[in-house]
């Protein structure tokens, strides 16, 4: 064989083992982007799971005494602003509204009816965690059965 026809050889077989793998890798790309996009998904959900939780502590604390009033309305804002901002960075990452339907607001504290706020927290925290699954639900390919 001639050094020309080694070479030639050399070069058909490069060629061949590129367009066999790089399928392969630019669809594990495109795994590792969409791993990449849940993960920071989940992240923003547990982030936003703290902060609900915080904000009860504190509306428990409140309640029992615990906390002064400008101290307990300072921080309620404060993490009612985190909140909203993991929201919104959840709407940024899913591509649409989380809530849709949903409107939050600044709820005013009732210092009698704090049980009510605990309640339509929880309620809109739902509706966007149900809406949120329902939504990855679409997304995700339907599993062939047997």
Known sequence: MST???????????A???GVFHPLFQQQ?????????????DELL????RIVATVRDLDEDFRT???????YHRDRATWSERGVEVLQALEKI???SI???????????DLVNTETIDQDLDDVIEAAISQYVAKADKKRPARATN
């Open 94 to 96: 899913g591509g649409k």
């Open 65 to 71: 005494g615990k906390i002064a009033t400008d101290d």
């Open 29 to 41: 790309a495109a795994l590792g982007k969409q791993a990449k996009a849940q993960r920071e998904r």
């Open 4 to 14: 020309m026809g080694i070479l030639l050889s050399a070069i058909v077989m490069i």
């Open 16 to 18: 061949g083992l590129f």
């Open 99 to 109: 809530k849709q339907n949903l409107t939050v607001t600044s709820v005013e504290v």
């Open 46 to 49: 547990v982030m936003y799971e």
